[in-house]
C-alpha cells in the first residue's frame, strides 16, 4: 500500500525549493543546499566506509557534488522529482572521488536510498580540495570567491571593495566556478 | 573551507539563470542539419535521375531509415544528458529502425535472386558511402557535442556515440539523395559500417569532451 513516508513529503518539499530556486528565489535556494549538504555528506561517507577509506576527505566529495548540482541545475527536468536527479550526480562525483583514489568503484544504488544523520564537518583548519584548487585559479576569480565565500561578503560588497562592478563580479565568480569544476576533473 | 562557507558562492551565482538543456540541442540539430544541407548542394548534390528514382521504394526507404535513425539517437541522447533520466523510448526506436533495416535486407533477399546479391551488397560507390557520410556528418556532430557538453551526461562514451548516431543520420539522409545504389543490402552494409565509423569517433570524442 503506497504511505507517503516522512522521507518523501520532505523530498516533495525539497523539488518544491528547486522550482523556486530556478524562477530566482535565492532564499528558496539557500535552504535546498543546506538540506542537500548532510545528505549528500552522509551518502559520501558511506561510499567512503564501503570502500575502506577514512573519512577525513568526505568534505571535498560533498564540495565537488555541491558544487556539481549548482553548475548543471539546468539538466533536472523540473517536471520530474529532485533526488533521483541529485542521487544520480552525488553517485557520478563518489565514484570519481574513489577512482582518483583508486578503490572500486561499484557502488550500489541503495546507499543513497536512506538518509541518516550525517557525522561532523572535519576540522575547519584543516584546507581540502577547493583551498588548493582556489590556489590554480587567476587572482581575480581567486580574489572573488574567497571574498564570498570565507570573508562572506555579498556580491555588491565584494564589488566595492575590488573596484569592479556588480557584473563583473558575477561574471567573474561564475567563471570561477566553471574553472574550479574543471580543475575538479583534471585532478589525476 | 567550510562547505557552509563555500555554499555562500553557489548561492550568490545562483541568480544567473543558465540556459535550457533543451533549447541547445534543438539550436543543434537545426544548425547543424542546415550546415550539412548547404555542403552537400554546393559540392556533391543530389543524383541527376532523382526524379524517377523518388518513384521507387527502394529509394525512398533510405531517407526513412536515416531519418528515423537520426529522431531516434537525437531522443535519446537528451535522456542521456540529464542525470537520473531512462533512456526509454528513445533506446527502444533505435531498435525499431534496426529492425526495420533487418526486415528490408529480409525482403530483398526474398525478392531478388541469390545471384543478384553479391552485385547488390557491393553496389557500385562504396567508397563514396564511407567517406560522404562521416563528411556530412561533421557540422551536426560538433554542433550536438558542443550541446552536449552543456548537459551532464553520466556515460561520456554512450553519449558521445549516440551523438554519432545522430550526425550520420543526418549526414546519410542527404548522402542518400546522391548515392545510386538503392538496395538494403547496400544499405545495410555500407551505410551501417559509415555510421558506426562516426559512432566509434563520437565514442572516443565523448570520453573525452563530456566529462563534467
Known amino acids: ?188 | 573551507m567550510r562547505t557552509d562557507d563555500f555554499l555562500g558562492a553557489l548561492i550568490a551565482d545562483g541568480e544567473v539563470r543558465p540556459a535550457p538543456l533543451g533549447q541547445g540541442f534543438v539550436l543543434a540539430l537545426l544548425g547543424g542539419t542546415a550546415a550539412t544541407a548547404a555542403l552537400f548542394f554546393a559540392t556533391i548534390g543530389p543524383r541527376p535521375d532523382i526524379a524517377s528514382a523518388a518513384q521507387t521504394l527502394r529509394f525512398l526507404l533510405k531517407f526513412v531509415e536515416c531519418a528515423a535513425l537520426a529522431a531516434a539517437a537525437f531522443v535519446l541522447v537528451a535522456r542521456l544528458v540529464r542525470p537520473g533520466a531512462a533512456a526509454g523510448f528513445g533506446a527502444a526506436a533505435l531498435i525499431g529502425v534496426a529492425a526495420l533495416l533487418a526486415g528490408a535486407v529480409v525482403t530483398e533477399l526474398l525478392v531478388v535472386p541469390s545471384a543478384d546479391w553479391g552485385r547488390r551488397l557491393v553496389g557500385t560507390n562504396w567508397y563514396h558511402c564511407l567517406a560522404l557520410i562521416p563528411i556530412l556528418s561533421i557540422a551536426p556532430f560538433a554542433a550536438l557535442m558542443i550541446a552536449a557538453r552543456h548537459g551532464a551526461p553520466t556515460r561520456p562514451h554512450l553519449t558521445g556515440a549516440v551523438v554519432g548516431l545522430v550526425s550520420a543520420g543526418i549526414g546519410a539522409f542527404f548522402y542518400a539523395a546522391n548515392c545510386t545504389d538503392d538496395s538494403p543490402l547496400f544499405v545495410a552494409t555500407w551505410y551501417t559500417l559509415a555510421t558506426a565509423l562516426v559512432a566509434g569517433l563520437g565514442a572516443a570524442v565523448g570520453g573525452r569532451v563530456l566529462r563534467w
Open chain 1, 1 to 188: 500500500m503506497p504511505v507517503r513516508t516522512g522521507g518523501e513529503a520532505r523530498e516533495a518539499t525539497w523539488t518544491d525549493w528547486m522550482r523556486s530556486a530556478m524562477g530566482g528565489d535565492q532564499a528558496a535556494y539557500r535552504r535546498l543546499l543546506e538540506a542537500l549538504t548532510p545528505v549528500v555528506r552522509a551518502a559520501a561517507s558511506r561510499g567512503f566506509a564501503r570502500a575502506g577509506l577514512g573519512t577525513s576527505d568526505v568534505e571535498d566529495v560533498v564540495q565537488e557534488t555541491l558544487l556539481a548540482i549548482h553548475l548543471k541545475r539546468h539538466t533536472w527536468d523540473m517536471s520530474q522529482p529532485l533526488m533521483p536527479w541529485v542521487v544520480t550526480i552525488a553517485r557520478n562525483k563518489l565514484i570519481d572521488q574513489l577512482r582518483r583514489r583508486g578503490r572500486r568503484t561499484d557502488l550500489p544504488v541503495d546507499d543513497f536510498a536512506e538518509i541518516l544523520p550525517a557525522p561532523a564537518e572535519r576540522d575547519p583548519t584543516e584546507s581540502g580540495d577547493v583551498d588548493r584548487l582556489l590556489g590554480q585559479l587567476g587572482d581575480r576569480q581567486r580574489d572573488i570567491v574567497r571574498s564570498i565565500t570565507v570573508e562572506d561578503r555579498s556580491i555588491a560588497e565584494t564589488a566595492r571593495r575590488l573596484e569592479m562592478t556588480e557584473g563583473a563580479v558575477r561574471v567573474a565568480l561564475h567563471r570561477g566556478l566553471k574553472a574550479l569544476a574543471a580543475l575538479y576533473r583534471r585532478e589525476p
